[in-house]
């Protein structure tokens, strides 16, 4: 198969229920491109029909796809990694399988690509998500770019393209977790967004929960950033400060007027306020030792139990 010109790595993970359609959509939005383009799915560990329904959705066009087989589930951002690796594309395009992102809206991501763009983020137009997740995304959002100087308008949306460049320098990092859209901003020189359409999910259900989408920004932050550390370094020279002044003063009461017991609750009060604080602090330093023992056993990232594609005679 000659390289063709775009690639779309797809991640599926229990999408049984939305492939017939995702398929009924994608493909005829990419054949009105008249373009040469690929078509990469990930199997993420379904434990559903999904990879069989790959397999045969593979045969029926296997001019244009293929199916990469984890042998287990690792997770939606080393699914994407894994067909990066794959990807022979000069632009790549990430789409999630559930269809909140419709594939017709590609070729919006391509003709900024085509002028010149070398990063094309997206941002959804009316989302149909819950309330929470609304509230969520944007706080995380705003604190993410605090943290780290990364502008994303949305960072929820996965459908974003990527030039040739950008995803070869992405394959030359070997972090365990990452986030894949501000790893590609960081190596952009030329980036740019979107906006896209965004529907009700069309089938099944969503596969980010409230904690997911916290620990996808502690990742984001201790993976882009070490202003956490900083920050609590700053607030521990503060409370050392205020405890040695609180220290002073109770010393001085304590020479001029003489014992007293009334004050011992509000000693309680900040002695478990500042034990609070130690701890926030051991957990921000746990997150970051955390990811230096990921990194430091050196475990390959996802296994591939098969890959369906055409060979070439």
């Known amino acids: 198969m000659s390289a063709p010109k775009l690639t779309v790595v797809i991640p599926v993970y229990n999408e049984e229920a939305t492939l017939a359609a995702l398929f009924a959509r994608l493909y005829p939005a990419l054949d009105a491109l008249h373009t040469a383009y690929e078509i990469i799915f990930i199997n993420d560990g379904s434990r559903d029909k999904s990879a069989a329904i790959l397999s045969q959705q593979f045969h029926v066009r296997s001019d244009v796809t293929r199916v990469i087989l984890f042998n287990g589930n690792f997770g939606q951002h080393r699914a994407i990694l894994a067909g990066f690796a794959h990807a022979r ?21 391509l003709a900024e690509f085509d002028k010149g763009y070398d990063y094309v983020g997206s941002i959804r137009r009316k989302r149909h998500d819950s ?31 990527y030039s040739r460049r950008i995803v070869d320098t992405i394959n030359q990092c070997n972090e365990m977790n990452t986030f894949i859209p501000a790893l590609a901003y960081s190596f952009a020189q030329n980036p740019t967004e979107v906006v896209i359409g965004h529907e009700e999910r069309h089938a099944g259900e969503s596969k980010y929960s409230l904690y997911s989408l916290i620990r996808l920004n502690f990742d984001l932050m201790t993976g882009f950033s070490v202003v956490p550390l900083q920050l609590f370094s700053m607030l521990g020279m503060l409370l050392s400060l205020g405890s040695a002044v609180l220290v002073v003063y109770l010393v001085v009461r304590r020479l001029f007027i003489g014992p007293e017991a009334e004050g011992v609750f509000t000693l309680f009060a900040i002695t478990f306020f500042l034990l609070g604080i130690a701890l926030f602090g051991i957990g921000i330093l746990g997150e970051y030792i955390g990811r230096i023992y990921n990194e430091v056993r050196d475990r390959p990232r996802y296994l591939i139990a098969g890959i369906l594609e055409h060979k070439s005679e």
Do not use: F, K
């Open 89 to 109: 594309g000069e632009c790549i395009v990430t789409l999630d399988a559930d269809l909140q992102n419709p594939p017709e809206d590609i070729p919006l991501l």
């Open 131 to 161: 309330w929470w997740r609304h509230v969520a995304s944007r706080a995380m959002n705003r604190l993410r770019e605090r943290i780290t100087r990364i502008h994303m308008t949305d960072q929820g949306c996965m459908m974003r393209a």
